[in-house]
C-alpha cells in the first residue's frame, strides 16, 4: 500500500481537498442530475463546460461557413485528426505527428494488425494475453481470418494464473522467435495492473518482435513516457479518463520510425496533403501519422476533445496521476478499515508504480450492490463475476466523495441491502 497516512474520519478528507491543487478544475465539468456521485469515469468520463464549448463553436463555423469549414484557420479542422494527435500526444510525451485521432480503437486495432503483422514462415505469431478487453481479441482474431490462417496456429495467448494479473516475466518467456507481434493492454481493465511496458517493449525488441498497447484504461489517468518506453504502435479510445465524449474519436500511435511502413488500410485522407485533391487513384502515402488516417474526419466526434484538452493540459499530467494515485490509495485504506467486516475485498495491485487509475472492489454480491449504489445515488461500474470498479477521477471527484462512498458502502454491508434487489441483469449493467 502507498505510504500515505491515512486516518478514518472525515476531516481528513475535507484537508486533502481543502490542499488539492486540481479541486479547482472540478467546476469545469457538469454536475450530474441530482448530484450524484460518479464513480464511473474509467467507462465514460463526465461532460465538460469546455467540452460542450468546443462542440457549439464547430456547429457555428458549420453554420456560417459550409463547405469552407475545411479552409478555416489553416485548415484546422481539415487536419483536425492531426491537430488534436499532437494534443493527445503531449500526454504520452510521443513526438509530434507520431498521434492521429481518427475511427475507433477496434478499428484502430485492425489497422495496426494490417500494418505491422508480415507473417512469414519462421516468425508469424501473435502473442496476446487473456484478460485484455474482448474487442482487441475479436480484431486480432479477424485480422488471421481474413488471411485464410487458423487462429488456433497463429495466436499465442499468455494465460494469467489467477484470472486477475498477468505475470511479466511469463510474457517475456512467451516472446520466441515465432513470434512476430505482440498486442497488450497497458492497465488492465478489471484489476487495473499497469504493465511495465518499458520492460516488455525493451524485452520484445531484443528478441526483433514489434509489440504495442492497447491505452484505453491509461491515456487521461497514467503519465506514460513513450519517449523513453519507444513502443512500435499504440491505440486507445478517448471517452474514458479523458472525457471526450460517448463514441469520441479514438487514438493511434505509431512510432516514426515505422513511416516507412505500407499503411495496412488506405483511405484518400492517408494520401500526401499535396495530391488528395488531384483524385489520382493511385494512393500516395503521407509521410507521417497521417497515413494511418482513412476518411474525412469525424469533426462532431473530435471537438469535444479539443474542449477538454484544454483542462489536461492546464491540469499537467504528473499532477492527475499523483492525485488519482493517492485518492485510489485512501480509498483502499478505508475499505481495510470500514468495510472488511461486511465481506468486502479489492483485487488490484497496491503498489503505485503497478496500479492504474480505479479499485477493483470485490465481493459475493457485487451485481446487486451496484444497483444499491445508484439507489443511494452513486454511479458505480460492474463487471462479471463480481467486481465493482470505483474510479475516483483526479479532475472532477473529491476525497469527500471517496469518503461518501465508502460510508454508503458501510451502511449497504451492515443492512444487506443487496436483499432489496434482483439479480437479473441489465443490457448495460
Ligand atoms: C474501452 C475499451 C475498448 C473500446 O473499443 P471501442 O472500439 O472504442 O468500442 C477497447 N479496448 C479496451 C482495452 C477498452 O478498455
New binding site residues.
Given amino acids: 500500500m502507498a505510504n500515505k497516512d491515512f486516518q478514518p474520519g472525515i476531516e481528513q478528507a475535507k484537508a486533502l481537498d481543502k490542499a488539492d491543487v486540481l479541486h479547482k478544475f472540478r467546476e469545469r465539468f457538469f454536475p450530474l442530475a441530482d448530484n450524484k456521485i460518479y464513480m464511473d469515469g474509467n ?1 465514460l468520463g463526465l461532460a465538460s463546460k469546455d467540452a460542450e464549448q468546443a462542440l457549439l463553436q464547430v456547429m457555428e463555423v458549420w453554420k456560417n461557413e459550409g463547405i469552407l469549414i475545411w479552409n478555416v484557420e489553416n485548415g484546422h479542422y481539415f487536419n483536425y485528426g492531426k491537430n488534436l494527435g499532437n494534443r493527445v500526444g503531449r500526454l504520452i510525451n510521443a513526438e509530434e505527428n507520431e498521434v492521429m485521432i481518427t ?7 485492425h489497422q495496426v494488425i494490417a500494418t505491422f503483422w508480415k507473417p512469414t514462415k519462421e516468425r508469424y505469431k501473435i502473442l496476446v494475453d487473456d484478460l ?5 481479441r475479436y480484431a486480432v482474431d479477424s485480422q488471421i481470418a481474413l488471411k485464410g490462417m487458423k487462429v488456433e496456429e497463429v495466436l499465442k495467448v499468455v494465460e494469467s494464473a489467477d484470472g486477475v494479473f498477468i505475470d511479466e516475466d511469463a510474457v517475456i518467456e512467451a516472446m520466441t522467435p515465432d513470434v512476430a507481434i505482440i498486442l497488450l ?1 497497458s492497465v488492465l ?1 478489471r484489476s487495473a495492473q499497469l504493465l511495465d511496458m518499458e520492460r516488455l517493449t525493451k524485452e520484445a525488441h531484443k528478441r526483433g518482435i514489434y509489440i504495442g498497447f ?4 491509461s491515456i487521461g489517468a497514467v503519465a506514460h513516457d513513450f519517449e523513453v518506453i519507444q513502443p512500435d504502435f499504440a ?3 478517448n ?2 479518463y479523458l472525457s471526450a465524449g460517448p ?1 469520441s474519436t ?1 487514438g493511434i500511435y505509431v512510432n516514426k520510425k515505422h513511416f516507412n511502413k505500407t499503411v495496412g488500410l488506405a483511405g484518400w485522407f492517408g494520401n500526401k496533403d499535396e495530391t488528395q485533391f488531384q483524385l489520382n487513384h493511385e494512393f500516395e502515402q503521407a509521410a507521417d501519422i497521417t497515413a494511418f488516417q482513412t476518411g474525412t474526419p469525424n469533426i462532431f466526434s473530435m471537438a469535444p476533445l479539443e474542449g477538454v484538452l484544454n483542462i489536461y493540459e492546464k491540469a499537467g499530467m504528473k499532477h492527475i496521476r499523483a492525485k488519482s494515485l493517492n485518492l485510489t490509495a485512501y480509498m483502499m485504506y478505508l475499505i481495510d478499515s470500514h468495510l472488511k467486516v461486511y465481506g468486502y475485498t479489492y483485487n488490484n495491485e497496491t503498489e503505485d508504480h503497478k496500479r492504474g487509475g480505479h479499485v477493483a472492489l470485490v465481493h459475493d454480491e457485487a451485481y446487486r450492490i451496484c444497483l444499491a449504489l445508484k439507489h443511494h445515488n452513486i454511479i458505480p461500474d460492474y463487471r462479471e463475476p463480481n467486481v465493482i470498479r470505483l474510479a475516483p477521477i483526479a479532475l472532477y471527484n473529491s476525497y469527500e466523495e471517496v469518503y461518501t462512498l465508502i460510508e454508503v458502502l458501510e451502511v449497504i454491508g451492515q443492512g444487506q441491502q443487496w436483499n432489496n434487489f434482483s439479480n437479473e441483469r441489465a443490457i448495460v449493467v
Avoid at 103 to 109: E, Q, V
Avoid at 132 to 136: A, S
Avoid at 214 to 217: F, G, I, T, V, W
Fill in positions: 467507462s475511427a475507433n480503437t477496434t478499428l484502430n486495432i485484455n478487453f474482448p474487442t482487441d493492454p481493465y492497447d491505452l484505453c484504461h491505440i486507445w479510445c471517452y474514458k463514441g479514438a
